[in-house]
């Protein structure tokens, strides 16, 4: 076992003070949300780079469960911070550039008022005298740091795991505060699972002999055991269970030989007794189960319906990302938050990032580049920081998952599409890419542009754009979007390659009013002659690029075939305009033979056209 | 919240004896796997049914972690049994046929010597002085105990979870005195994360401030806030996020007022710390320390090798079960145990049964329908009740994942397949359905064959047909099976579903010395009219099932491509053999335009034919 197993993103500084923290405290009592009040409240926080003289540079680092306001390291000799990846000179969030806050949270033990703090009233610490908090509260406490700053508006708020449990909060309180949020492995309320897992940690240090109701403060020992069980559980659903097979798997019964007071037989027990123990010398018993039953009491409900109310208070664009081994705070969770905020057309990206490493992800650089740069990106747009057009050759455009472009030049579709865009129409691209198309619509006069696309790097790319994406596969359905959302969804050559055919057709025209659906003919006379004269499945290097046992082409169909279909599905017809692409011509005459490319606008029977 | 939710699948005993217990104490001393020794040895059991004259009837059934002696009902009025919808009369271990034997394990605490047993040497119950044992001393407690009973060889030996764990055991300690072995929800050891949560358990209890190093027995009190913690950790591992969601999702607030000194905000709290107090009035916390200790250090390897060196000793048939929502015992271990088997070229059927209840679905009745009928076809078989093949009509063969004949008339290809089996070959079919063309295959004088097939009732139909039958997905890749393991590989009428054409083939020809290959051809004078005269994909009522949109059909080729795809690959055609399926007739002259069916013969070049 090497050192680096018992590193922790939680760097063991209980001896040693917060040198950069400043704090502020706020005299006037602060009511709590689920009644009772603090006499007053103090807020320990951190800043790092200069607010600007418009006071529009600030953002906002939310700290999650065990985290404190040191985010990142101030200088060189600093002691590390604990998003030092992602906060600094140059790193996404750059400190050069903007004005970064990170408070410790309400109810924490470093330095904000919490329950070892001491009681005015009655001049020892609360205790189990503290009140119970929520995340409000928390945001609440914040909201007066950000009055006592000057800063009127964050230009992003963001933070992982509880942390976006505030960025949520903020968002929908303050709605005229936040310019843009970023809530990171998050939900709108825990699983039950993750709440199960939270009341056994609080039963431990409940019932732990030396908890004393909660009085311990000037006792020999605090509830010690149960603290330290509760963060084993704790680091348990930080990982994911590949993260720890590559751990512990190979050295299974190699523990290190930590000074600790729990079973050492295995390596995954020594891990966890070294957690433990550690983690009690920095953290109070009371703060945890103050903040972790204040997470456990974060609910915006569990229906869409609720959901999409809670959003419909903000303002702010979003960007969420998830990460797909997170079993603590799954995909579907920050999907769920995703669907609210499309039924109430906020500007939102959404990616589920690619990794192995469970809910610690978002601590940690395995993914960082991916997620780092969404993170920029994003940023970088809401400072106004557009990236221009020209810097993203739509000639490299990536296919991804929905390899469209079966014929040679690339997305001669668009200009016609774009011309067949009503003006100033909604408009959602199904199988984005990386956004030629959104953003050819955008220019034009577009106001409501989105994309959905399942390649993650082309969801960086359209975020990068200054577009909004949101990470799907369209085989599992458009659930978030509503009814007639959008005044016209484009399909521009996927459908063939799309397993759900009459799923993904049925959804478009559900979700847009008027849908335009690009598509290759197979009906094209060098086509048909292929199989026809030669006997063998339509290829050529010319036109079609794969063989036919790896083409992502999985429907074969014609421009007569789709008519069919249309007519089957009572699907209506506004046009149909047939290409051929290699003449750069429109085809009148039998376009089902001399076309190899057709555009049909449809619409659900009945829609305007 | 209904008292549904606080029924468990342990009833509450502690107070009432085991009615119909018997014990057995072995005097001679036990020598124990990790050293040290018990001077005796007590085994609890309970038994059903009568042991037939041959006394080739008896089934021994392993309990869990936490079970016990009383896996069933002895009569109408006695208490449930944990398995009760397995084993009594006309069940799927009938006990009007089969002698069932069910034996409390070594290390437990209903009756079979544990820690809270009276050490002989001392008078006092051992307690900490109780040896580290392993399952290995489980299972050698129950073979004295089958040497008592008479019991040369089980006809079955099963169990879940931990019971899994002693089945093995048996399986691979004791080949000649196992015929059929039933591993369910296991694993060849535990995960890291399933290993690191009994760590916490444990830690849990040891540092209980009432544990007094284990000799807590004359105390007042005992670890008991340890031990429900553990066993509250252990209730979340068993239960799904999913089942979990549907228990508590929508009362999360409304907690059932038990009498409880846990938590009781949330109902999950209300429940797990009903289960928590529940379970320490009825388990001692040194037997849940020794038994978790002994599954934690059960482990056979990691490497598909060491593995399968494991595995090479076991002679028995093999059924082994997960459930897909298990996270504690993945469903990829228990495919692991399978590669092991197939690598061994062991008899085994394998299903990862659909189920939302996570790793208690073994014990509750949701799924039963199917994996209980598996249990069941399978030791019929065992039993030498094989239901004749006349019974199943392949005329209603299900298609499931892979849909194959798109042609009317059905199967027609089976026997052609059949002939050009060589005589004695081991065959492995490849979306095998309900086994029509293995039983065929096995009627002819193959002496191993074994079918891959992704519908779970398919699996279930093959099972009850005394077939072995691997469920897997052929996308997924052969991987399990060895390089040339089978004399031949067949994969009729289902390429053309196939999404990785060229993986799944050169996954055949890595495995099969010989391979044969069916498939529609695209070809067919009919399917190129429908194409170049009508313009539309080709499809018949009389001729094609499925409209482009919707079929499973995904890959379009010809007997001409084949042949390309052959030569490119370097792949070695033996035999082509081209049908007219609707004149039933060989097709000699033009095969690729007059055929509608082709098999192919096919080898890695250099293969002998």
């Known amino acids: 076992m090497t050192d680096k197993l018992f590193d922790s993103t939680d760097s063991v500084r209980s001896a040693k003070p917060l040198r950069h923290a400043q704090s502020v405290s706020f005299g006037a009592p602060m009511a709590l949300e689920l009644g009772g009040s603090l006499p007053s409240v103090t807020v320990c926080y951190e800043t790092y780079g200069r607010l600007n003289a418009a006071a529009d540079n600030a953002i906002l680092v939310c700290h999650a469960l065990s985290g404190d306001s040191h985010v990142a390291k101030h200088d060189e000799n600093d002691d590390p911070g604990w998003w030092d990846i992602l906060v600094g ?60 700053l000057g800063i009127g508006r964050w230009l992003a708020v963001l933070g992982g795991s509880m942390g976006g449990h505030q960025t949520i909060t903020w968002a929908t309180h303050y709605p005229d505060r936040v310019c843009g949020a970023i809530p990171i492995a998050t939900s709108a309320r825990l699983t039950s699972q993750a709440l199960a897992f939270d009341v056994v940690g609080r039963n431990a240090i409940r019932r732990d002999a030396h908890f004393h109701s909660g009085q311990y403060y000037d006792k020999p020992h605090g509830p010690d055991v149960g603290l330290a069980i509760a963060r084993m559980i704790g680091h348990i659903t930080y990982l994911s269970p590949a993260a720890m097979k590559q751990k512990f798997g190979a050295n299974r019964l190699q523990p290190r030989d930590v000074a600790i007071e729990f079973e050492k037989t295995f390596s995954v027990g020594s891990y966890l007794g070294y957690q433990g123990s550690k983690f009690v010398e920095r953290f109070d018993a009371n703060s945890y189960m103050a903040i972790t039953m204040a997470m456990d ?167 990068q754009r200054g577009l909004d994406v949101v990470q799907a596969d369209l085989n599992k359905g458009l659930r978030p979007f509503a009814d007639q959302q959008f005044d016209c969804v484009v399909l521009s050559q996927t459908l063939q390659a799309v397993h759900d055919v009459e799923g993904v057709i049925a959804d478009m025209l559900r979700v847009g009013r008027l849908c335009i659906v690009s598509f290759p003919n197979f009906g094209f006379h060098k086509l048909r002659r292929m199989l026809a004269d030669e006997g063998r499945s339509p290829k050529s290097t010319g036109v079609l690029h794969h063989e036919w046992y790896n083409t992502p082409n999985i429907r074969f169909f014609t421009i007569a075939d789709f008519d069919d279909f ?26 089902n033979l001399n076309a190899d490319l057709a555009i049909f606008v449809i619409s659900r029977s009945g829609n305007a056209g």
Request: proline residues 6%; negative net charge; glycine residues 8%.
């Open 89 to 148: 000179p140059g790193k996404p969030i750059d400190t050069d550039r903007f004005f970064v806050v990170c408070p410790n949270l309400l109810g924490g033990c470093r330095g904000s008022t919490g329950p070892g703090s001491i009681n005015p009233d009655t001049g020892k610490p609360y205790g189990r005298d503290f009140p119970i908090i929520t995340v409000s509260d928390m945001v609440e406490a914040e909201r007066r740091l950000a009055d006592h």
């Open 297 to 463: 009491l974060f609910d915006l409900g569990d229906s869409p319906e609720t959901l999409a109310a809670t959003f419909s208070r903000a303002r702010c664009r979003w960007l969420v990302l998830s990460f797909t081994s997170d079993w603590l705070f799954p995909p579907e969770q920050s999907r769920d938050i995703v669907n609210a905020l499309i039924a109430n057309k906020a500007a939102v990206s959404y990616c589920n990032v690619r990794s192995d490493c469970g809910h610690d992800a978002f601590l940690l650089p395995n993914e960082f580049a991916s997620y780092g740069e969404m993170i920029r990106g994003f940023i970088n747009n809401l400072a106004g920081c557009v990236r221009p057009n020209g810097d993203f050759d739509d000639a490299d455009e990536p296919r991804g998952h929905s390899p469209t472009s079966i014929f040679h030049q690339r997305r001669l579709d668009y200009e016609r599409i774009v011309e067949l865009i009503p003006s100033g129409a909604s408009v959602l691209d199904l199988g984005s890419g990386r956004g030629g198309l959104l953003s050819r619509a955008k220019q034009k006069d577009s106001h409501r542009v989105i994309g959905v696309e399942l390649d993650e790097q082309a969801v960086l790319t359209c975020i």
């Open 566 to 591: 249309c007519r089957q599905k009572n699907i209506r017809v506004h046009r149909r305009i047939a290409l051929d692409t290699e003449a750069s011509a429109e085809v009148f005459e039998d376009p």
